[in-house]
C-alpha cells in the first residue's frame, strides 16, 4: 500500500486546479456555500468526478456561463486580472502589450485590459492572430514575422505571459516610465529556470525609470467576484478551443504541451 499511494498522502497527486460544478457536501465550519449550490473556483486533483476545494476558494457560478466556461476561468482569470489591475496598475487609457495573448491567460487579460479601456496589442503565432482580434485586440503582432520591440511603438504597460524575451528587449518595448509585469518564463537560468528573469527584473527595477515587477496568482472568492461581475457586464467570456473526456486527459495534456492551443482546454467527468 505505502508504494502505491504513499505513507501519509497519494505518491501521484491527481492533477488539476480549475473547477467547476455541484456542491455535493461541506464541512461543518462551511458557511460561504451549501450543498446544490453550483460553484467555480480552484480547488486541488480537479481532473477527477469528485474534489475538494476550500470555500475561500470558489464563488457562485455566474448563471450565464456554462460549467465548461466556469472552470476554464479561474486561475487563468485571476492571474490576468492580478497581472493588470493589482500589479500593472492599469488606467484606462493605457497602451497595453500582452505577449501571449492567444493562451489561457491571455485570452483572459486581452478582453479584461478591453475592459477596463486600455488600447491593447496582442503578441501571438500567425495560426492565432484571428482569434487574438476577435476578442478585442485593437492590434496584434506576429510574434514569428514581427519584432514588438522594433521601437515603432511603445508601452505603458506590458504583461508577458510565459515568454523567453530578454529583459532589455522588453525594457525598449516601454515608455520612459512603464511598467514590465512577468507573469511567467520559459527556459531561463541554469538554476532558476523560468524564474530567472523575474528575479533578475526585481533586482533592476531599483535602479532604472521602468518599474519592473512580478506576481504569484491569488487564489480567493474576491477576485473570483470580480471575473463574474466582468462576465455578467458581457465583457468577458472565457475562450475554450475544445473540450476533452476525462478518460482523453493524457491526450489534452499532449495537446497543451504542443503550443498550440488557443484559449483553453477544458475536462469534463
Not at 222 to 234: F, I, N, Q
Request: proline share 5%.
Amino acid at each position: 500500500m505505502a508504494l502505491l499511494h504513499g505513507l501519509r498522502a497519494p505518491r501521484a497527486p491527481v492533477p488539476g486546479f480549475d473547477v467547476a460544478g455541484v456542491v455535493v457536501a461541506v464541512g461543518p465550519d462551511v458557511t460561504r456555500v451549501a450543498p446544490g449550490d453550483e460553484v467555480f473556483g480552484i480547488g486541488r486533483g480537479s481532473f477527477a468526478e469528485l474534489t475538494a476545494a476550500s470555500e475561500d476558494k470558489l464563488a457562485v457560478k455566474p448563471p450565464s456561463l456554462t460549467f465548461e466556461q466556469a472552470a476554464a476561468m479561474p486561475i487563468s482569470g485571476l492571474t490576468a486580472l492580478r497581472g493588470l489591475c493589482d500589479v500593472g496598475r492599469l488606467r484606462a487609457g493605457q497602451h497595453v502589450l500582452i505577449i501571449g495573448a492567444s493562451g489561457g491567460v491571455g485570452t483572459h487579460a486581452v478582453q479584461i485590459a478591453k475592459a477596463l479601456g486600455a488600447e491593447v496589442t496582442g503578441v501571438c503565432s500567425t495560426s492565432k492572430l484571428d482569434l487574438v482580434r476577435s476578442i478585442g485586440a485593437d492590434h496584434v503582432v506576429d510574434c514569428t514575422r514581427e519584432d514588438f520591440a522594433d521601437g515603432g511603438k511603445t508601452y505603458d504597460l506590458i504583461l508577458d505571459i510565459a515568454g523567453n524575451a530578454s529583459l532589455a528587449r522588453l525594457r525598449r518595448a516601454l515608455t520612459p516610465a512603464g511598467t514590465l509585469v512577468i507573469a511567467g518564463g520559459e527556459g531561463g537560468g541554469r538554476w532558476l529556470g523560468g524564474n530567472d528573469r523575474q528575479l533578475r527584473a526585481l533586482a533592476l527595477s531599483p535602479f532604472v525609470g521602468h518599474r519592473l515587477t512580478m506576481f504569484a496568482c491569488k487564489e480567493h472568492f474576491s477576485g473570483l467576484a470580480r471575473l463574474t461581475g466582468l462576465v455578467e457586464d458581457g465583457r468577458l467570456v472565457p475562450v475554450i478551443e475544445r473540450t476533452f473526456a476525462l478518460s482523453d486527459m493524457p491526450q489534452a495534456m499532449r495537446h497543451l504541451e504542443s503550443g498550440q492551443a488557443r484559449g483553453k482546454l477544458v475536462i469534463t467527468p
